[in-house]
């Protein structure tokens, strides 16, 4: 079942390593077995490098330099050269190999996070905020990058340099290892109080950066709003909190880092101290050889870098498995509102008759907005709604297109029960017009077909000249071509609201459903609109919902629906014979003029 995103999950970390989420990560790596393994291969290469050059060092000081040995030194220094451009190499291929692997990854996690957000029925959206939704595709995901790229797989040459290290130091001199690893106690301790303070950080880091997002979607969407009510400096005090408080966690996070590397650095310049005190003392003595000292020396330089990049990739770590636990967590939740898996279809290839029986409907527990309303629409005739604001007009329409469940009662369209319809060929019979037009980025005649191909050229503008669209189309500079802006920025409200009518007509839908649909068009353009309607309505069946009661006085039959019940049914003219509710509603609105 649908449940809504856990805002608080935004401050939830969790586990630096959970198996169960890490194995459906690795599902990711599958199909890319072969570079992943060309990568792994190049990481020990390149690891063996790091580990062979102090020992190279070593044979030159007590063998080739001491003996005199020029030719000797010659051929190590060859070797060495040869060892660097191959550790030259290998940091090549493992560089790109594991950054084309994370970016391949993370364009098949957005495609399928995406994918899933369409699969999603309307109430997801109703209980989650688009901000915090596009922190899972972009932020999260972002994270997951770093994992594949700085993680999962790098981490296992810091443990192989680190064991190597460890390993020639005691071949080399098992005293001299044990001196140089005395610090090793302080440098746990300084990791463990980095991770554990940087944890906390992070946390309200990755809270914040949510935060940001849900705020900007919000008033930038609604930014007209914003100014019209002189709201900006309101506004403009929430954001500043926001941010305040985000670059105030980072600072927090700088501070850890820039006490933990500068830490890291003197332990391993101690280290080197007591190599060269304790190791300078037994060279002399004879215990160790110069070359072991000078190679001693290397390896302690080398052994605390890879500790500095596992604490991080301790954070990489955590901050991966938090971002896959929140997107694993979308993409787990189940969609309410699916088709059968033997969807029926009706006998009738085009009709368009509906039927609501008994329908009962709540958005939230038993608060029904819809009570016992039945009533039939015969394909091809036309109804008009009306009713006070919240009767549960417009919950009729998101009930026929299957947007929400019924609670009680069943609607058929054509006979068939919408949950036994396959829900595309459901909502492929009609088309909708809302007064809140949603637009897209790009040209007008790619908002009127929506990508669909079949829909020629010809048929965009059959339909804006239906409708009375393509004079003013055909006066922008580019005609059809025009681009229209986000959300349709670069049209007035009426000619969206005229796009809208040719986008439904260009799809030839049955069902023509329009919810307040002209009223945010002047009386000059609604009179053009409403003779083109005439047509139209001739041949599909029409369902109008209407607060002007103008607008469907000439409809075949008028519902009034009051409090979600179906109160009064009838042509116009028998409904103000009526004197009842309609008959009130139709006084208010014509008693001042």
Known sequence: ?????????????????????????????????????????????????????????????????????IAGLGRLAALLLVLLLAGFAAEYVQTSILQLTGQRIMHTIRMQVYAHYQRLDVQFYDKNPVGRLMTRVTTD?????????????????????????????????????????????????????????VRETYRRVRGLIARLNAFLQEHLTGMATVQLFGQEPRTLDRFERINRDHRDANIDSIFYYAVFYPAIEILAAISSALIIWVGG??????????????????????????????????????????????????????????????????????????????????????????????FVVEAGQRIGIVGATGSGKTTIINLLLRFYEVNRGRILVDGVDVREWDLAELRARFGLVLQDVHLFSGSIADNI???????????????????????????????????VGERGASLSVGQKQLLSFARAIAFDPAVLLLDEATSSIDAATEALIEDALHVLMAERTVVAIAHRLSTIQDMDRILVIHKGELREQGTHQELVAQRGLYFRLYELQYSKS
């Open 281 to 374: 003392g037994w060279s002399e003595q004879g215990v160790v050889s110069l070359g072991v000292l000078v190679a001693f020396l290397q390896y302690s330089r080398r052994f605390f870098q890879p500790i500095s990049d596992l604490s991080e990739k301790f954070n990489i770590m955590q901050a991966a498995m938090a971002a896959s636990e929140r997107i694993f967590h979308i993409l787990d939740t189940t969609p309410v509102i699916v088709g059968p898996a033997r969807p029926v279809r009706p006998a009738a290839v085009r009709a368009g008759r509906i039927e609501f029986d008994h329908v009962w409907f709540a958005y939230h527990d038993d608060a029904f907005v819809l009570r016992d309303v039945s």
């Open 449 to 483: 077909r929506l990508g669909q191909q079949d829909i020629s050229n010809e048929d965009v503008e059959r339909a804006a000249r239906a409708v009375h669209a393509h004079a003013f189309i055909t006066a922008r500079p580019d005609g059809y071509a025009s681009p």
């Open 141 to 197: 995901v972002d994270a997951l990058n770093d994992l594949f790229t700085s993680g999962v797989i790098t981490v296992f040459g810091d443990v192989l340099v680190l064991a190597g290290i460890m390993i020639a130091m005691l071949v080399m001199s098992w005293r001299l290892a044990l001196v140089a690893f005395v610090v090793l106690p302080a440098i746990a301790w300084v990791a463990y109080w980095f991770r554990t303070h």
């Open 1 to 69: 079942m649908s449940t809504a995103v856990d805002h608080a999950a935004e401050d939830v970390l969790g586990k630096a390593y959970d198996a169960r989420l890490m194995r459906r990560l690795v599902a990711y790596l599958r199909p890319h077995t072969v570079a992943v393994a060309i990568a792994f291969v190049a990481i020990v290469i390149a690891s063996a490098v790091e580990l062979a050059q102090p020992w190279i060092t070593q044979l030159a000081i007590d063998h080739d330099i001491a003996t005199g040995d």
